[in-house]
């Protein structure tokens, strides 16, 4: 005779490691090193300035 499974259960674990699947996905896709989080930051600091700089008044 066959195991008696929760179906219930069985739905919301199936549910639960997609979720888990996509928040890894989304990690690699949009994940950023503390590194280059900072080195992006400089240089949109470095382009501000260079902006600001060539501004008319």
């Known amino acids: 005779m066959g195991e008696i499974v929760n179906l219930n259960r069985a739905r919301k ?3 639960k490691a997609e979720r ?3 928040a890894a ?3 690699i896709r ?3 090193t503390k590194e280059e989080r900072k080195k992006r930051e400089a240089q949109e600091a470095t382009a501000r300035k260079h902006l600001d700089g060539h501004k008319l008044d």
Do not use: D
């Open 13 to 15: 674990a199936k549910a």
């Open 20 to 22: 888990e699947t996509q």
């Open 25 to 27: 996905e989304n990690r």
């Open 30 to 32: 949009f994940g950023l």
